[in-house]
């Protein structure tokens, strides 16, 4: 196959496609692994909703197979299926990514296993750690927005004590966040605010959520609820609560995830709006707060 285009870098081939790291891919698609065993990392399928990880993304081979589907092979057959488009237009789909692509060192294989330990949430309690509060302020975020809609969370990995700004999902689990880490405790899933109104804004994370709210004291704030996905993977589980509404306001990244899932949304429905180019120009609506201060 000989299809290329140009980019910032020159002519983009299969061959350097096919060479990116899959599990950077991922990452930037909003996909984390579930666990990891030695070079063999574990997802939720990006195909699908599962609660079970069948995903695998082989490390040193740099391949990946979907156990659920039966199918498997490079980033360019995952792009594929993923987009479900062509490999021409799988080229036009990574000029764009390689203009912002920084590559990640790949990890020397470790002999031992490796397996990512679960996250267990110790107590929750109002927000009152000063660093945590100084993290918060650092992100531009009101400290009365933050107090209102997240936790403290006290939390432990093996042996390890730790404490972050948590945000309940609707399921029990936490996101959590500090200066250090960006992790999230078992069971996943999206957050709702329900006040029965008719529109809603729906956010990827937490702090584009928190942001919002924080622009929002500066203003009269009409009635609507919130989601917050807590990754943008979990769209579709967040569909029957937001087509209830007669508006949704969506607040995605402004990267190739984020598109995707408007492109995709407002395909679906009239209903569903695209409220990004608030913050054109950045990566996403805490970015582009934090420009403003």
Same mark, same amino acid.
């Given at each position: 196959m000989?299809e290329r285009?140009?980019?910032n ?8 496609i *096919?060479?990116l790291?899959? %599990?950077?891919?991922?990452l $930037?698609l ?15 399928s ?5 609660r079970t990880?069948?995903?695998k993304?082989n490390?040193n081979?740099n391949?990946?197979y ?6 498997g092979g490079n980033l360019?057959?995952?792009?594929v299926?993923?987009?479900?488009c062509?490999?021409?237009?799988v080229?036009d789909?990574?000029s764009?990514y390689?203009?912002f692509?920084?590559p ?8 031992w296993?490796v397996t990512?330990?679960p996250? $267990? ?15 918060v302020?650092s992100?531009c975020?009101?400290?009365?927005v933050?107090?209102?809609?997240c *936790?403290q969370? &006290?939390?432990?990995i093996?042996?390890h004590?730790?404490?972050?700004l948590?945000?309940? &999902?609707d399921?029990g689990g936490? $996101?959590?966040?500090?200066s250090?880490?960006k %992790?999230?405790s078992?069971p996943?899933?999206i957050t709702t605010i329900?006040t029965d109104?008719s529109?809603?804004?729906v956010?990827?994370?937490m702090?584009?959520?928190?942001s919002y709210?924080t622009?929002?004291?500066?203003t009269? $704030?009409?009635p609507?609820n919130?989601v ?8 579709e589980?967040?569909r029957?609560?937001?087509e209830?509404h007669d508006?949704?306001n969506?607040?995605f ?6 598109f ?5 949304a407002?395909?679906?429905s009239e ?5 990004s180019g608030?913050?054109?120009?950045? *990566?996403?609506?805490?970015e582009w707060l934090?420009?403003s201060?």
């Amino acid at each position: 196959m000989s299809e290329r285009t140009r980019g910032n870098e020159g002519l983009i081939t299969l061959a350097q496609i *096919k060479e990116l790291d899959i %599990v950077d891919y991922l990452l $930037e698609l909003g996909f984390q692994p579930n666990k990891i065993r030695n070079v063999d990392h574990w997802y939720l399928s990006p195909f699908r909703n599962e609660r079970t990880a069948s995903f695998k993304v082989n490390r040193n081979l740099n391949r990946w197979y979907d156990h659920g589907v039966g199918r498997g092979g490079n980033l360019v057959d995952f792009a594929v299926m993923f987009y479900q488009c062509t490999v021409r237009q799988v080229i036009d789909i990574f000029s764009d990514y390689l203009s912002f692509y920084k590559p990640r060192p790949r990890p020397i294989p470790r002999i031992w296993n490796v397996t990512q330990r679960p996250i $267990e949430i110790l107590s929750t309690a109002e927000l009152s750690s000063k660093s945590l509060i100084r993290y918060v302020s650092s992100r531009c975020v009101f400290t009365e927005v933050a107090m209102r809609y997240c *936790k403290q969370a &006290n939390y432990r990995i093996g042996d390890h004590r730790y404490f972050a700004l948590g945000l309940q &999902n609707d399921s029990g689990g936490y $996101e959590l966040r500090n200066s250090f880490s960006k %992790v999230g405790s078992s069971p996943k899933d999206i957050t709702t605010i329900d006040t029965d109104a008719s529109t809603v804004s729906v956010f990827e994370g937490m702090f584009d959520f928190l942001s919002y709210k924080t622009i929002m004291t500066q203003t009269v $704030e009409a009635p609507e609820n919130h989601v917050i996905l807590n990754s943008v993977s979990m769209f579709e589980r967040a569909r029957p609560f937001l087509e209830r509404h007669d508006h949704i306001n969506l607040y995605f990244d402004r990267d190739l995830a984020g598109f995707r899932c408007t492109s995709s949304a407002m395909a679906i429905s009239e209903k569903y709006n695209d409220a990004s180019g608030l913050y054109e120009g950045f *990566k996403d609506l805490n970015e582009w707060l934090i420009s403003s201060f």
